[in-house]
């Protein structure tokens, strides 16, 4: 079966930087889009960057834009999220999603097939 595994999450200081990686184990990254999503304790799982399928587009959450930036490594099966300038506020668990190539909406939790146990990332003041 497909599985997604997170990892670089951890307690950084307000300012810093984490890069957050997803390895895709059972088939291939090409071919699906994938997306980071977070959630905060008490919060739904809101979206934060989305890249497609070839890498062409990509798209960001207004509150991450600047800051974040979603990368993909086909020929590894991964896909990374560069943090930077980190703030308190981005304290949650992250989630690595795939979505297979459909019209359904990049930004929406709806249109992702499968999800990754997710990553608690910290980030003190």
């Known amino acids: 079966q497909v599985q997604l595994v997170e990892s670089g999450g951890g307690l950084v200081q307000a300012g810093g930087s984490l890069r957050l990686s997803c390895a895709v184990h059972g088939r291939t990254v090409s071919g699906y889009d994938m997306g980071w999503f977070r959630q905060a304790p008490g919060k739904e799982r809101e979206f934060v960057a989305a890249i497609s399928w070839n890498g062409g587009s990509t798209y960001y959450a207004d509150s991450v834009k600047g800051r974040f930036t979603i990368s993909r490594d086909n020929a590894n099966n991964m896909v990374h999220l560069q943090m930077n300038s980190l703030k308190p506020e981005d304290t949650a668990v992250y989630y690595c999603?795939?979505?297979?190539?459909?019209?359904?909406?990049?930004?929406?939790?709806?249109?992702?097939?499968?999800w990754g146990q997710g990553t608690q990332v910290t980030v003190s003041s």
């Open positions: 999603a795939a979505k297979p190539q459909s019209r359904l909406d990049m930004t929406a939790r709806y249109a992702y097939n499968y």
